[in-house]
């Protein structure tokens, strides 16, 4: 970032109640009514700069508490405006992510007289037609629908004065950013900007640069994020008893609400026959499954119906579960950062909770990256009899590692010897 030291807040623990922070009666009245006691770091830091209307680039994860930092200045700073015309544009990658934020602002705004749509695809035009023609103040859309509705002419966004960019290295990994630099195009350059990224890549400091005015960048450490109550285990398994292994685990009842991770669609699909046949109720969702069939999978998993979610990355983003007992990373993520944004989903808003990693000796590299990203060795649990990864054991350490406990960010970074895979492109999903 080209922005000032000075303007780099690394956001301390609260200290704060929402009462401290400049938040109309109305929605401190909402916020309680969620159910939230403290604000989280994100909101601590952003609220009170974003509802004086100044741009911000807040860098922090789903599973941070960042949508109600938006939110809530938005809803305080349009409390007082008449009805009608679309005054913030919230733009997010997925549809999970519109609904999820639309459903966090009708609950935030409960007792205010603002109303917000989602605008996202894979559903009929003529109710976000309707909306968008002058139902509601604030648009949560994602950006190829947001275009469709756009290109018919009726989406007015002369009196738009708050911007939205949320979880933006995602658009760009979606290959998003053409569509959100035509939305840009189009919509009043007067107006506050507000850009949410776990990440930082240049392309989206690029697209900071250009569209937002003297930004105050407030930081959520990952790291921080991701050793907050979250404890962390990794087997080294072959690569074809990982469903073995997961359903051994799975004797354990703790693990009673477990998200799944797999690297694609028909891992996802194969992973959740298997369970099946062995008698495993496991809900699914990923980028190839209906809306429909979207819903229906989040709603078991709520439920309780099914104790497993499996999901891919991009399906399973912005997706919101709460009381998630285990992450279970039945495959290595790609991009070590994503290892962040899966464990985010346990232990969210301050809880506790558990990262199982399923490491395969061909993902030892990737995984190494994880760990260098989160300063800290992962410990190793030992693998049951007959799942390890076969009689090569070129992948054990040197040094046995800790047990148990997460060292947290401060611990010594990993030694330099291990191969990382540094130097190689990540592939983006
Ligand atoms: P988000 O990062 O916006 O996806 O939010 C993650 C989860 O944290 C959601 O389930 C929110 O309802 C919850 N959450 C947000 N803010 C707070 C808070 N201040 N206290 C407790 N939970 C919160």
Do not use: C, W
Not at 68 to 82: Q, V
Not at 198 to 213: D, N, W, Y
């Amino acid at each position: 970032m080209t922005a000032p030291e000075s303007q780099q807040n690394a956001v301390p623990r609260p200290a704060t109640t929402f009462d401290d922070l400049p938040l109309h009666v109305t929605l401190r009245q909402g916020v309680r009514e969620m159910g939230y006691h403290e604000p989280t770091p994100i909101q601590e830091g952003a609220i009170p700069t974003a509802v004086l209307g100044r741009d911000i680039i807040g860098t922090a994860q789903t599973g941070t508490g960042k949508t109600a930092a938006f939110l809530l200045p938005i809803l305080e700073r349009l409390l007082d405006r008449p009805r009608g015309p679309i005054y913030a544009l919230v733009l997010t990658p997925t549809r999970e992510l519109a609904l999820q934020a639309e459903g966090f602002l009708k609950k935030l705004g409960r007792h205010t007289r603002l109303r917000g749509a989602a605008v996202y695809g894979g559903v009929g035009m003529g109710d976000q037609e309707r909306a968008l023609r002058g139902g509601a103040e604030i648009v949560i859309a994602t950006p190829g629908r947001l275009l469709d509705h756009m290109q018919r002419g009726y989406v007015d966004f002369r009196s738009l004065r708050i911007l939205i960019l949320d979880e933006a290295d995602r658009m760009l990994d979606m290959g998003f950013l053409p569509d959100v630099r035509r939305i840009l195009s189009r919509i009043p350059r007067d107006r506050q900007t507000m850009l949410f990224s776990a990440t930082m890549p240049p392309e989206i400091v690029r697209l900071s640069q250009e569209f937002l005015k003297d930004p105050r960048i407030i930081r959520v450490d990952p790291t921080t994020v991701a050793a907050a109550g979250v404890t962390h285990r990794a087997y080294v398994v072959s690569p074809d008893r990982k469903t073995d292994l997961l359903i051994e685990l799975l004797r354990d009842r703790e693990m009673s609400s477990v998200l799944v991770f797999v690297r694609t669609k028909h891992r996802a699909d194969r992973l959740a026959r298997q369970l099946e046949q062995r008698g495993i109720n496991a809900s699914v969702i990923h980028g190839d499954r209906s809306q429909s069939q979207r819903v229906r999978a989040l709603e078991g998993f709520r439920a309780g119906h099914s104790r497993l979610l499996v999901a891919t990355d991009i399906a399973a983003r912005g997706v919101d579960v709460e009381g998630v007992s285990h992450v279970v990373n039945y495959d290595v993520p790609r991009e070590p950062e994503t290892y962040i944004h899966r464990v985010g989903r346990t232990a969210r808003a301050q809880r506790r909770g558990d990262a199982v990693t399923l490491v395969s000796r061909e993902e030892l590299d990737e995984f190494a990256r994880v760990e260098r990203l989160l300063g800290s060795e992962i410990p190793r649990a030992e693998t049951p009899e007959g799942m390890g990864p076969g009689p090569t054991q070129s992948y054990q350490r040197s040094t046995p590692p800790s047990r148990g406990i997460y060292r947290g960010p401060s611990a010594p970074r990993l030694g330099g010897n291990r191969p990382h895979g540094v130097g190689r492109r990540p592939r983006r999903y």
